[in-house]
Nanobody, 126 residues
């Protein structure tokens, strides 16, 4: 059974930090690229970062570049998103998703993902 489970969300003040986790099971971790997406209230879901699980290649959209860091722990089949300097505009539900043989790049986040996890809510207060 394929599972992607996002966790680690919560309520933080502006300027604070959170670390999200995406635990993967049911498929070969090394055969997929993993992306993080968020959906803010009243807005469309948007891709923000990705990682190629096999070689560690990463990509970030400009709005999070320098503040967020994506990493993978292959032994644990888990991808993380370290979020620093959080802003109220970061308030959203955060999702992780997987793409078969996905090579992380600026194009990755625009492909249709093969698997989606349920989201975790991040709320940033001002």
């Amino acid at each position: 059974d394929v599972q992607l489970q996002a966790s680690g969300g919560g309520l933080v003040q502006a300027g604070g930090s959170l670390k999200l986790s995406c635990a993967v099971s049911g498929f070969s971790f090394d055969d997929y690229g993993i992306g993080w997406f968020h959906q803010a209230p009243g807005k469309e879901r948007e891709g923000i970062s990705c990682i190629s699980s096999s070689d560690g290649t990463t990509y970030y959209v400009d709005s999070v570049k320098g503040r967020f860091t994506i990493t993978s722990d292959n032994a644990k089949s888990t991808v993380y998103l370290q979020m620093n300097s959080l802003e109220p505009e970061d308030t959203a539900v955060y999702y992780c998703a997987a793409l078969y043989i996905g090579k992380c790049s600026s194009d990755f986040l625009y492909y249709d993902m093969d698997y989606w996890g349920k989201g975790t809510l991040v709320t940033v207060s001002s």
